[in-house]
């Protein structure tokens, strides 16, 4: 039997160690919005796992003042929180018929927007109310790129992020004899395995195991042991890749990282691999075959875009196409430029339509990367290894950006969308044409100068318009950096100086400019036609 050690128990707290496939590259999804449309949706996805299955009424409360009052039909918080409550993954096409599921569920979603305690801009508060027993209260937030966390459980705080098989076990009303009792029960720990433990003013009592396993049979044991009454609730990873217990990164600054690369001579993909080794204990085998499904993905998102998309409930029809038809008639010349904007667009076009696309790093920003590196090669020079491992380089691109800050337009406006996109698509093109960590980090950086200060203000709160103009702008801008950078430019300013100017700037910019529609084009005159048009709920 495993059980767990008391050297292990401790205050519950957060410390993110972002992931390549966790909180970079991906989720793969349908929705406008990795923001909310899949973190509502992995929020949701881990409130049923826990929830008894005849709750009948679900409230979501959000402050007035935050992005999501605003917009959490527009951008999709609405189809993902149901989507997820029903069990409907985001990759299924039936997510968009959300409304009509409901209906059919069992439940109803309640949305109210008052004054909330927590002002992030991305908090949920949710009630789960039964018709005979005591109901569940959550309070979680988007932290961005569909990345979430839960940070309140009935009261208690935890740090709930779905990357770890985790149980919560709640002992009401316990005295210093019956902890005692507990810690005695879970020791011994094996190292893959976290107790975290908190205590209300109450004497209520909560522990949090936390596991890159499950281990459900040997909590199962252990509590067996245990004479106190206790409520349990069980979670297993919603997140891509489980996060492992013990982590030794390689490194965790870009200084570091460009050590090992000037020591051992290794290209960013083999430093992208070294860290997503050691963040998941995946092999490089499963690391390369996840990373070939997202290029395959994303590869699709741009022939079916080019192809021409169909939806009815956006501002922007399909475009992409007509770049094709205008080199066939002659007009343009078929460049790379040309092609960025045409897969770009084509990608977000498939987002906009409901298709499956992959974020990266977020859902408003997902034309830039996949748009600029297919539009770089000729179809004859496709590789998929290659573009995987271009991809890799991206993803520690990212991973910076993630540790330092956020993917989150509500918290740093678009300069942290579009603008991380083209710092990723930089290093990911010096990468495919053989350049060197160094060099990928001078176009990142490059890259990521010329997007400082740019606001989010979605014409009518969706994510199409000014956004695909952001995306084009981003993918050419990523394909200048890299050349400059192959070219021996000087950057000046090293990348990860640059990501703590993008902070500084985004905690200056007013909520208006950070994706609340209520500045900047969202506005105008005609983006308020836009709004009455398309929000008539």
């Known amino acids: ?44 996805s881990m409130i049923r796992q826990a929830a008894e299955p005849d709750f009948s009424k679900v409230i979501v409360k959000f402050d007035k003042s935050s992005a999501l009052a605003t917009t959490y039909i527009g951008q999709g918080s609405a189809m993902g929180l149901a989507g997820g409550l029903l069990g409907l993954e985001m990759t299924n096409p039936e997510i968009i018929n959300y409304e009509t599921h409901i209906e059919n569920g069992g439940f109803s979603i309640d949305y109210i927007i008052t ?81 975290y433990i908190s205590q209300d003013a109450e004497q209520n009592l909560l522990v949090n195991i936390k596991s890159a396993y499950n281990l459900n049979k040997e909590i199962e044991s252990a509590l067996s042991l245990i004479k106190s009454t206790y409520q349990k609730y069980d979670f297993i990873p919603v ?19 460009l050590e090992i690369a000037t020591k051992n001579n290794f290209s960013l993909s083999e430093l992208a691999m070294m860290y997503e080794k050691a963040r998941t204990a995946l092999s490089e085998d499963a690391i390369m075959r996840k990373m070939e499904e997202i290029v395959l993905i994303t590869k699709n998102a741009i022939d079916e875009g080019l192809k021409g998309t169909h939806y009815d409930d956006r501002i922007l029809g399909s475009q992409s196409p007509l770049i094709g038809k205008t080199v066939k008639e002659g007009l343009i010349k078929q460049t790379v430029n040309s092609r960025i904007i045409a897969f770009t667009s084509a990608i977000m076009e498939v987002k906009s339509s409901m298709g499956l696309i992959v974020a990266a790093p977020t859902a408003g920003s997902c034309g830039v990367l996949g748009g600029t590196l297919f539009a770089s090669l000729e179809e004859e020079e496709f590789d998929f290894k290659a573009m995987a491992r271009a991809f890799l380089a991206a993803g520690v691109t990212g991973v910076f950006i993630a540790d330092k800050y956020t993917f989150s337009a509500e918290e ?70 890299y050349i400059m950078a192959i070219a021996g430019f000087d950057a000046v300013i090293p990348y990860n100086e640059v990501i703590d100017a993008m902070k500084s700037v985004g905690n200056t910019l007013p909520s208006s400019l950070c994706c609340t529609g209520l500045g900047g084009l969202a506005q105008t005159t005609t983006a308020k036609c836009l709004y009455k048009k398309y929000n008539d709920y």
């Open 115 to 195: 004054d909330i305690d927590n002002k992030h801009p991305n908090a949920y508060q949710i009630s789960v109310q039964y018709p005979n027993q005591e109901d569940l209260h959550i309070l979680a937030i988007s932290t961005g790129g569909g990345m979430f966390e839960i940070i309140e459980w009935n009261g208690f705080k935890v740090s709930l992020k779905g990357d770890f098989f985790d149980t919560l076990l709640i002992f009401p009303k316990i005295n210093s004899k019956e902890i005692t009792e507990i810690e005695s029960v879970f020791k011994n720990s094996p190292s893959d395995i976290k107790l």
């Open 239 to 257: 997140m891509p890749t489980p996060s492992a217990t013990e982590i030794k990164l390689p490194f965790t600054t870009v200084d570091e990282m």
């Open 412 to 481: 740093g406006g678009c300069q942290v969308e579009t603008g991380s996109a083209s710092a990723m698509a930089a290093a990911a093109l010096v990468e495919l044409n053989g350049g060197s960590a160094k060099q990928a980090m001078d176009a990142a950086s490059m890259a990521l100068q010329n997007q400082l200060g740019l606001i989010c203000d979605p014409v009518a709160v969706r994510v199409e318009m000014p956004c695909l103009g952001k995306n084009i702008m981003a993918a050419s801008n990523a394909y200048n950096s």
């Open 1 to 44: 039997m495993r059980s767990i050690h008391s050297s292990n128990i401790m205050t519950i707290k957060s410390k993110n160690i972002p992931g390549i496939f966790n909180d970079v590259i991906g989720p793969v999804m349908r929705g406008p919005s990795s923001s909310h449309t899949a973190a509502s949706h992995r929020i949701a």
